[in-house]
């Protein structure tokens, strides 16, 4: 009966956001969605948006720990769960260093299954689940669907005590599987608008002049209206910018081939190219 | 009660199924929509669309299935009821004056006066004094000047504005039917793949190893093997100037996709103008060409080819004979056919919406090369058509 308790105070449960995380009235209800439905939130968006921060402001939010899997192009679904460390047993048995027939010493448990097993409950971020193979998503739908897997070696199941918070962020660099993203409640950060924005900047660079950031953001938005570029600088370039603004003193930007420290915004050699050919003048000095 | 609205979504090309729809019960169950519809637009949101892409038919069907809701208002009476009900609780969006206006009327009465004024008003109202409506004096309304007892309706509640920004379609530009930049491009570009094992062995066999270990009695006998690798290789022919011009930027980016995606073994890219005559350049500035025949010597049916163009010219260029000394006395439908025979695996991506295909030259070469539109949707087809081919 515990757990029909724990399911009425985690639906109760309302996320409003951290004091460093700002949120949106659709992040939020998304983010109780998830919580309260216990399904994965997979989280969508421009690159510098804070999907990463937001597992974060989610753990923080709710008083629990969080656990990240940070997923690579050779990731495999079965990494998370466990690991046999087949070879290490092959060498111990060689060398008669162990007792080799207790095969739990070389059972290693995943971000995954170590959020299963633990004796509370878990934030687990999966960070950038495109990266993988097309057919890691898929693989994992099992084990998030019933929250359990099966250690083959031991025969053994792995049960979640406390179904974890799952938060799962992608670049968009592949489509993910239509089954798994019908069990994952959706959220697509936008890109934030110049109000949001104003308010980002005012977390990070407090104390800057008003009229400065007024322009840079001008500027900036401007800059990613601009449709040649091929790559939009995103919002972690717009705060590096503005710190390097003020830490050389400049007082007033405006858009034209003398705007400084165009290389913390735009990163690509065509899109400096472009920037040059728009608004004159030469290539523009990287900073 | 929201299952029309799914088969609105549904019509849009959004899919959604019982899944969703149970999800939404479950969320509504537990009241995650707080009771207004505002909420109920960002939890229905949340659970029924799973890509951007679809955030755009999901703010037009939400416009379309709840906008009549607004105007025609017997539906929400029973939400509207709920309104006053809560506006007797304190704080509760009223300012001092409108709570004590409020306070001045028992609520039974002003139900009941509600209920009543519904069910004769038949239609939308603004600027009345006495219909439900907006600008109005009526005791029911929004952004009215009552200046007796009276309620406020909408707004705050959150109707108005879920519909409003449900219609301000905010996502239009993740739509997959629009043309699409480079990252979107290199997602669908990325099906194109194929592995094998090749090369050197620098992977461990796990299984080999296990399994040669033992029959080594337990000494360790490590087997490798050749890692995994993508054996795409593709050809990228593209058309360049006269009325290609005004696609340049979408035929770059393609262009950039196709170079940033690792997963090709290899990719050659040519160009033309306007039609193939036995050659093309490495090139846009035509030079360096390349005859068919040694193009063909060179690759064999592996690769994929996409050619992007247009198909725009006139009748004669794709039908007579160019008078190069490379055309072979062919004309250009018989080099596109030849390269259509040669590369199994291949497709033509025009940027040109299918609604201009009419034309003769496009008619043409639409019976040689399947063809489909430079869209992310287009592009995701033509891949599947590349990847199905052997």
């Known amino acids: 009966m515990k757990a029909a308790h724990e399911v009425v105070t985690l639906a109760t449960m309302r996320f409003k956001g951290t004091e460093s995380y700002l949120t949106s009235e659709s992040l939020r209800s998304a983010v109780d969605c ?159 608008d110049r109000d949001l924005m104003q308010r980002i900047v005012h977390v990070h660079h407090a104390d800057m002049a008003e009229r400065l950031v007024d322009q840079a953001l001008g500027v900036f938005y401007e800059l990613r209206a601009f449709s040649r570029l091929r790559k939009r600088p995103s919002t972690s370039e717009l705060i590096d910018w503005l710190a390097a603004l003020k830490s050389a003193g400049i007082t007033s930007v405006k858009l034209d081939e003398q705007l400084p420290f165009i290389g913390a915004l735009l990163k690509r050699e065509q899109d400096l190219m472009a920037f040059a050919d728009q608004f004159g003048g030469k290539l523009p000095k990287r900073a | 009660m929201f299952v029309p609205f799914l088969y609105e979504l549904r019509s849009r090309k959004v899919p959604v199924g019982a899944t969703e729809a149970v999800a939404l019960g479950q969320a509504l169950v537990q ?134 920004m449900a219609s301000e379609r905010a996502y239009k530009e993740y739509r997959d039917d629009l043309v699409l930049d480079v990252r979107q491009m290199q997602v669908a570009l990325r099906k194109l793949r194929a592995f094998a094992r090749e090369g050197a062995h620098d992977e461990l066999d796990l299984d080999a190893t296990i399994t040669e270990t033992a029959r080594n009695l337990g000494d360790l006998e490590v087997v490798t093997r050749p890692p995994r690798k993508s054996n795409t290789r593709v050809i990228l022919l593209m058309d360049v100037g006269g009325s290609m011009d005004p696609f340049a930027h979408l035929v770059s980016r393609l262009f950039t996709a196709a170079k940033k ?79 259509r025979e040669h590369f199994t695996a291949s497709c033509w991506l025009n940027p040109e919406p299918p609604s201009s295909w009419w034309q003769t030259t496009v008619d043409v070469i639409r019976k040689v090369f399947p063809m489909y539109p430079l869209t992310l949707e287009g592009l995701g087809d033509a891949v599947g058509q590349l990847t199905k081919a052997r």
């Open chain 1, 34 to 192: 998830a919580v309260a439905l216990q399904r994965p939130l997979l989280v969508k968006g421009e690159p510098g948006t804070g999907k990463t921060l937001l597992a974060e402001a989610i753990a923080a939010a709710m008083g629990l720990k969080l656990l990240t899997w940070n997923v690579k192009s050779t990731t495999k679904a079965q990494d998370g769960l466990y690991v046999y460390d087949a070879v290490q047993r092959l060498h111990d048995s060689r060398f008669n260093d162990k007792d080799v027939r207790d095969i739990r010493q070389y059972i290693r448990h995943g971000p995954l299954g170590e959020s299963f097993a633990a004796p509370e409950r878990r934030v687990l971020l999966i960070d950038e689940i495109d990266k993988a193979d097309l057919e890691f998503p898929n693989d994992l739908l099992h084990e998030i669907d019933r929250m359990r897997f099966k250690v083959i070696e031991t025969d053994e199941e792995v049960v979640a005590k406390h179904r974890p918070v799952v938060v799962i962020t992608s670049n968009n660099e592949k489509d993910l599987p239509d089954a798994f993203l019908r069990r994952c409640v959706f959220h697509f950060i936008e890109f934030p």
């Open chain 2, 261 to 339: 995606a690792t997963h090709f073994r290899e990719l050659r890219t040519y160009y033309f103008h306007n039609c193939i005559y036995g050659r093309v350049y490495k090139q846009a500035s035509f030079r360096d060409p390349i005859t068919l025949p040694q193009l063909f010597a060179e690759t064999d049916r592996r690769y994929k080819l996409i050619v992007v163009g247009d198909a725009l010219m006139a009748p004669w260029e794709l039908m007579s004979v160019s008078g190069w000394s490379d055309d072979e006395g062919l004309e250009g439908v018989v080099h596109l056919m030849r390269l």
């Open chain 2, 31 to 164: 009241g995650l929509h707080d009771s207004s519809l505002e909420g109920f637009y960002f939890v229905a949101r949340a659970l029924l669309i799973h890509d951007e892409k679809h955030l755009d038919a999901f703010d037009q069907a939400f416009a379309k299935h709840f906008q009549g809701i607004e105007s025609s208002s017997m539906e929400i009476t029973q939400q509207l009821l709920e309104w006053v009900r809560e506006a007797k609780q304190p704080d509760r969006l009223l300012t001092p004056e409108e709570k004590a206006l409020l306070d001045q009327l028992d609520l039974k009465t002003l139900e009941q006066l509600f209920e009543q004024r519904m069910k004769e008003q038949k239609e939308r109202h603004d600027r009345g004094n006495r219909w439900i409506g907006t600008a109005g004096t009526s005791p029911f309304g929004n952004t009215g000047k009552a200046a007796r007892e009276g309620m406020k309706v909408g707004d705050a509640g959150g109707m108005r504005s879920a519909v409003r």
